[in-house]
């Protein structure tokens, strides 16, 4: 084990015993969800990811530690504190170094996920291409992370707030296969249907387990993106959602938003303009995607046996 890893004692004994484990990213809780609703998400997905008959993995990095596995005391530090840096793969060295408290965006969670040894992470929406990217450059740490780290990451697609085609694309051009259940359609994170499809549609956690071992067995070494649809009565209505992710994205270029504060900003403005329906659906579909990614991890240490 990687000496600057700090494995909590519940997830290094799951890993000792081969039993499932699910990494849970800390920026959706620090940076992505307002306080309360943030600690109470995250204990919720923990709670799903356990009822499912996994053990969760919240990461972060805490006095500089790249912790995997957080307590209640820990989970609730980074729900609370207002410091947190938000780390990606550029910023772990300089937490650890400074022994500072940073939230882990997905890419960071992947790199501490794969150096435990736990295949399967679950998010709530990856990063991606940034509309205007061809101006702004604006491409999420998050697809190059894919790109090299093998881990499946449960999610349910990426926000419209993104340019999801080019994002699709971007990951076509790195090999990252682009699973999806329930549809076949990438999903949009508050909406069901990106228009858009995935790759390949694979409903039973049984066949993606299989797509997965494969995938790895060859040393294909990517990441590997399992898009789940939020639940019907969570989605908000396409036209609607367009509306407010339009009037965000205006009110983020006239306050001059740019790097890595984009994101934080656009999730905080569509919350307010849709008078926290937003944060109901992000809710929603988080522990569906936790319910889902612990089947994954169920079915993956099963295929083991
Ligand atoms: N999607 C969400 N909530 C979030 C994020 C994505 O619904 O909090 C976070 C994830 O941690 C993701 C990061 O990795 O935003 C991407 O940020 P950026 O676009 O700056 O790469
Ligand atoms: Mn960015």
Redesign the pocket.
């Given at each position: 084990m990687n000496p600057y890893l700090q494995l909590s004692p519940e997830v290094l004994q799951a890993r000792f015993e081969g039993r499932p484990v699910v990494a849970l990213?800390?920026?959706?809780?620090?940076?992505?969800?307002p306080w309360p609703q943030n600690l109470q998400t995250a204990q919720a997905v923990e709670a799903t990811v356990r009822a499912q008959g996994a053990v969760p993995a919240s990461i972060a990095i805490l006095d500089g530690r790249f912790c995997i596995g957080l307590d209640a005391s820990q989970l609730e530090r980074v729900a609370q504190d207002r410091s947190m840096l938000?780390a990606?793969r550029r910023d772990i060295a300089y937490a650890m170094a400074q022994r500072r408290n940073a939230?882990?965006?997905?890419?960071?969670?992947m790199i501490g996920a794969h150096l435990a040894g736990i295949e399967v992470f679950v998010?709530?929406?990856?990063?991606?291409v940034?509309r205007e990217a061809s101006t702004t450059f604006?491409?999420?740490?998050?697809l190059q992370e894919l790109a090299r780290t093998p881990v499946a990451v449960v999610?349910?697609g990426?926000?419209s707030i993104?340019d999801i085609g080019l994002t699709l694309e971007y990951l076509e051009t790195h090999g990252v296969p682009v699973l999806s259940r329930e549809q076949d359609a990438f999903a949009a994170?508050y909406t069901r249907d990106s228009g858009f499809k995935a790759d390949h549609r694979l409903d039973s956690a049984t066949e993606q387990a299989a797509f997965i071992r494969a995938h790895w067995g060859l040393g294909l070494g990517s990441g590997v993106v399992l898009s789940n649809p939020i639940p019907v009565q969570a989605a908000i209505d396409p036209p609607l959602m367009n509306a407010w992710i339009d009037q965000a994205l205006r009110d983020a270029q006239a306050a001059g938003i740019q790097?890595?504060?984009?994101?934080?900003f656009l999730?905080a403005r569509i919350k307010d303009l849709s008078e926290g329906r937003s944060l109901a659906a992000?809710q929603a579909?988080?522990l569906h995607n936790a319910s889902v990614g612990a089947e994954l991890a169920v079915a993956l240490a099963q295929s083991d046996r």
């Open positions: 990213e800390s920026t959706i809780i620090a940076h992505g969800m938000k990606s939230a882990t965006t997905v890419s960071a969670t998010t709530g929406g990856i990063g991606g940034h604006d491409i999420s740490a998050d999610c349910a990426a926000k993104l994170f790097g890595k504060a984009t994101t934080p999730l992000n579909l988080v």
